[in-house]
C-alpha cells in the first residue's frame, strides 16, 4: 500500500489516510496487520510520530512530525485546541442548518470531559426508499468543526442529537447500517476529515492542509443524491 502524502517539509508530514487504517498498532484491534505509522516510515524512509489520532474507521488528513521537537510542538497545539479541524459527514435525518453541541463525554475510567462540536449543514438528500414506518429516508451531509478532541467525539455527538453518522458502530444506527450493506454494500463509516489548519511550529507560518474524499465516500454521496 502506498499512502496519498498531502504535505511534507523538513519537520512534518500529512496523508490521506484511508477508511478502515489503524494509525499505529493498539491492543483492541489485534485483527490488524498494516498501520499507517509504519507504512509511512518505510515509504518516506524515515522516523515518523503521529501528533493527533484518527479512528480506524475516519479517512482524511493525519499529521506526523519527523522530530522529537515538531513532535512535543505540535502536540502541545492540538492539546490546546489551537488546530482548527474540519470534517464532512453523512448522517441519518434532516440536521439543522446550523447547530453547536455542548454535551460532556465520559472517559473509560469514568471521568465526564468538556465536549464542544459546531457544525453546519451542506446538503439535505430524501430518497424513495422505505424504511421502519417511514416512506422515505432523509439523509445530511454536514461539515463539522470540534473544538476539542475527545475519542469518538463526533461519532457520539451526533449519536446524542438523533442524527447517526452512517456505517458507524457501535454509536450509530445498526438497522441503518444493515441497509446500507445490504442494498448498496456498503459498510465504511461516512466520517473524513476534510481539513486542518494550524501554525507550524518551526517557521511560525500559517499551514492549511485538504484531503480529497474518497471514491467510496463519493459513491455514497452519488447514489443518494447529494
Same mark, same amino acid.
Given at each position: 500500500?502506498? =499512502?496519498?502524502?498531502?504535505?511534507?517539509?523538513?519537520? *512534518?508530514? #500529512?496523508?490521506? /489516510?484511508?477508511?478502515?487504517? %489503524?494509525?499505529? &498498532?493498539?491492543?483492541?484491534?489485534?485483527?490488524?496487520?498494516?498501520?499507517?505509522?509504519?507504512?509511512?516510515?518505510?515509504?518516506?524512509?524515515?522516523?515518523?510520530?503521529?501528533?493527533?489520532? =484518527?479512528?480506524?474507521?475516519?479517512?482524511?488528513?493525519? *499529521?506526523? #512530525?519527523?522530530? /522529537?521537537?515538531?513532535?512535543? %510542538?505540535?502536540? &502541545?497545539?492540538?492539546?490546546?485546541?489551537?488546530?482548527?479541524?474540519?470534517?464532512?459527514?453523512?448522517?441519518?435525518?434532516?440536521?439543522?442548518?446550523?447547530?453547536?453541541?455542548?454535551?460532556? =463525554?465520559?472517559?473509560?475510567?469514568?471521568?465526564?470531559?468538556?465536549?464542544?462540536?459546531?457544525?453546519?449543514?451542506?446538503?439535505?438528500?430524501?430518497?424513495?426508499?422505505?424504511?421502519?414506518?417511514?416512506?422515505?429516508?432523509?439523509?445530511?451531509?454536514?461539515?463539522?468543526?470540534?473544538?476539542?478532541?475527545?475519542?469518538?467525539?463526533?461519532?457520539?455527538?451526533?449519536?446524542?442529537?438523533?442524527?447517526?453518522?452512517?456505517?458507524?458502530?457501535?454509536?450509530?444506527?445498526?438497522?441503518?447500517?444493515?441497509?446500507?450493506?445490504?442494498?448498496?454494500?456498503?459498510?465504511?463509516?461516512?466520517?473524513?476529515?476534510?481539513?486542518?489548519?494550524?501554525?507550524?511550529?518551526?517557521?511560525?507560518?500559517?499551514?492549511?492542509?485538504?484531503?480529497?474524499?474518497?471514491?467510496?465516500?463519493?459513491?455514497?454521496?452519488?447514489?443518494?443524491?447529494?
Amino acid at each position: 500500500m502506498l =499512502l496519498e502524502i498531502l504535505y511534507q517539509d523538513a519537520h *512534518l508530514v #500529512a496523508i490521506n /489516510k484511508p477508511h478502515n487504517l %489503524l494509525v499505529h &498498532q493498539s491492543s483492541i484491534a489485534r485483527d490488524a496487520t498494516e498501520f499507517a505509522l509504519q507504512i509511512l516510515r518505510d515509504q518516506i524512509g524515515q522516523w515518523v510520530s503521529p501528533v493527533h489520532r =484518527l479512528d480506524r474507521k475516519t479517512a482524511g488528513v493525519l *499529521l506526523f #512530525a519527523l522530530d /522529537k521537537e515538531t513532535e512535543k %510542538l505540535m502536540n &502541545q497545539q492540538f492539546a490546546s485546541s489551537l488546530v482548527s479541524k474540519k470534517y464532512l459527514a453523512i448522517v441519518r435525518g434532516f440536521t439543522p442548518d446550523e447547530q453547536a453541541i455542548d454535551y460532556p =463525554l465520559r472517559k473509560e475510567n469514568g471521568t465526564l470531559q468538556a465536549a464542544f462540536t459546531r457544525f453546519k449543514t451542506l446538503a439535505r438528500t430524501e430518497i424513495d426508499l422505505a424504511f421502519g414506518k417511514n416512506l422515505s429516508s432523509r439523509y445530511s451531509f454536514v461539515e463539522a468543526k470540534p473544538t476539542t478532541g475527545r475519542m469518538h467525539q463526533l461519532r457520539k455527538h451526533f449519536a446524542h442529537i438523533h442524527h447517526p453518522i452512517i456505517g458507524d458502530r457501535p454509536h450509530g444506527c445498526n438497522k441503518q447500517n444493515k441497509l446500507f450493506k445490504t442494498k448498496w454494500e456498503m459498510d465504511t463509516m461516512m466520517l473524513h476529515a476534510a481539513e486542518v489548519v494550524f501554525k507550524h511550529p518551526i517557521t511560525h507560518q500559517n499551514v492549511g492542509i485538504k484531503a480529497p474524499l474518497s471514491d467510496e465516500f463519493k459513491r455514497v454521496l452519488g447514489f443518494l443524491g447529494f
